[in-house]
Every structure is written in C-alpha cells, then in structure tokens.
C-alpha cells in the first residue's frame, strides 16, 4: 500500500527529475518500489511509509544514502537527507501495442527522459542516447538495439544465400 501523502499512485510509473550536484535516479518508481530497468525483476529500492529506501552501493560496497535511507516522498517531491528537493514526474506507458493509435507513431521515435529541459528538434532526439519508447510501451536502449540489429543482418544473409542457392540448382 502506498503511502497516499506520497501523492503517488498504485500502478503508475513516476520518475525523479535530475538536477545537476544532485544524487541521480535513473529509474522509476512502480507501487512503492524503485527499478533501474524496465524489466521489473529486481527492486533496487522502496518506499517504507513516506521514506525512500535506495539499496544502492558506491564502489567501495558501502551504501550511498547513509543507513540507505535517500529522503522523504511528499506530494510528488522527494527530498532528500542533505535537503535536495527533486519533483517526480508521472511517465505515460502503454502496456499494449492496441493502444498506439495514428497519433502515438508520429512520435515513437521521440526520446524517453524525465528531464524537463530536453531538446525538441528531430536530430537532437536521434543523436541522442537517452531512451526510447518501443510499440509495446517497454524502453529499448542503443545497447539493446545492437543484438536486434546483428540479428536481422544474418538473417537476411542467410535468406539471400537460400535464395541464391536455389536459384543455381535451377540452372
């Protein structure tokens, strides 16, 4: 159960906005637990009442936040132990690639980012590496791309080799 003075929502995603000299919470937050990646296996934090809890080590394998305890969520704003107040931010996510209608494909290719000061031109967005959204609502990064990509060149390598292969026993 979330905490309602959170402000948060049961099945909405909420990101934390990044400021500069400010911790950085790449993630979201999902039902009062906080994931880095879209797949949802492993919380890497949780909200114990209005208190955030972030598990996270630095390199020395000591936690970040002492006691790991990050700061306070109220009304969508997560204050943190040394006083930082960072806005949270609602993310639209489609579970569905049924609810991608005309207007959701004209802007598929847009960058994902929580931050409010992003670059709106077409080639700032392709440029970038930031996140992007996929039909099914699922983030795909540069790194994900690279498997798909290499994928679909030996597949077709090995099509057009079939294919000229049968056509030579034709001959």
Known sequence: MIDPTTGMKAGERYCVENVERAHQFPGFFLDGKYYLGPELLTAVGWLEGKRFIYDNLDAAGEPVFPGRAAGDIEDLTLTLVDGTALKLSRLEVSAK???????????????????????????????????????????????????????????????????????????
Do not use: W
């Open 97 to 171: 690639a049924d609810d991608i209608d005309a207007q959701d494909q004209s802007t598929m290719d847009e960058a994902f980012s929580c931050s409010h000061a992003t670059a709106k031109s077409s080639e700032s967005l392709l440029a970038s590496p930031r996140l992007r959204r996929s039909m099914d609502g699922l983030v795909i990064t540069r790194k994900d791309r690279i498997p798909l990509l290499l994928s679909a060149a030996v597949i077709g390598f090995l099509t057009g080799f079939l294919i000229t292969h049968a056509q030579r026993r034709r001959h």
